[in-house]
C-alpha cells in the first residue's frame, strides 16, 4: 500500500477561492498515476446508499479540511464522481451546464438533479459523473462540489442558476 502525499493541512470550511483549489488538487491527487489504483477503485464504488470505505476515511483524514466530516455523503460523491471520471475529471473552464448541453444531457434528467437533496442528490450526481465519463467529458467540479456542498437555501439556489443559466446558453436545438 502506498502513501497518499497530503495537501498542505486547511482549516475548517474552505471558503470559495479555496474550495476551487481544492478540487483541482483533488482531482489531480485521484488522476495521477501515482495514486493507488486500489484506492481509485474503492473511491468509484463509493455510493451514498453504502458505508464508506477505508481509502476513503484515508484520503478524508490525509486531504480534506476538518469540516469534511459534517458532510460525509457530499464528500463520498465527490471523490466517487472524480474517481468515476477518470484522467483528466477537472476542467476548470468547462461548466458543467455548457458540457450537459453539448451532449444533449435531457430536460427532464437536469431538473431532478437540481431540485434532489440530500442521498438523491449524491444518487444523480454520480449518474451525472458516469453520463460525463461515457462520453469523454471534462468538466469544472467546483459546480457540483458547491451544489453538494451548499447548506445555505440561497447558495443552493444560486449554483442551481448556474448550471441552469451554463445549460440553456448551451443548449443544441434542432435547427442547429
Same mark, same amino acid.
Given at each position: ?6 495537501? +498542505?493541512?486547511?482549516?475548517?470550511? !474552505?471558503?470559495? &477561492?479555496? #474550495? %476551487? ?5 483533488? @482531482? ?60 483528466? +475529471?477537472?476542467?476548470?473552464?468547462? !461548466?458543467?451546464? &455548457?458540457? #450537459? %448541453? ?5 430536460? @427532464? ?68
Amino acid at each position: 500500500m502506498q502513501n497518499i502525499a497530503a495537501l +498542505p493541512t486547511p482549516v475548517s470550511s !474552505p471558503e470559495p &477561492q479555496s #474550495l %476551487a483549489r481544492l478540487i483541482g488538487q483533488i @482531482a489531480g491527487m485521484i488522476s495521477s498515476e501515482n495514486f493507488p489504483s486500489g484506492d481509485r477503485a474503492a473511491l468509484k464504488r463509493l455510493a451514498p446508499d453504502r458505508p464508506p470505505s477505508l481509502a476513503f476515511y484515508r484520503f478524508c483524514f490525509l486531504n480534506l479540511p476538518k469540516s469534511w466530516q459534517n458532510n460525509v455523503g457530499a464528500w463520498q460523491t465527490l471523490l466517487a464522481g472524480l474517481a468515476v471520471m477518470g484522467i483528466k +475529471p477537472h476542467r476548470p473552464d468547462r !461548466p458543467v451546464g &455548457q458540457a #450537459l %448541453a453539448e451532449h444533449r444531457y435531457s430536460e @427532464a434528467r437536469l431538473e431532478r438533479l437540481l431540485v434532489a437533496q440530500d442521498d438523491v442528490l449524491y444518487t444523480l450526481t454520480l449518474r451525472l459523473a458516469r453520463f460525463l465519463a461515457a462520453k469523454g467529458e471534462s468538466v469544472n467540479w467546483l459546480d457540483l462540489a458547491n451544489l453538494l456542498l451548499a447548506k445555505d437555501r440561497d447558495k443552493q439556489e444560486t449554483v442551481r442558476l448556474k448550471i441552469a443559466g451554463d445549460y440553456y446558453r448551451h443548449q443544441k436545438t434542432d435547427k442547429d
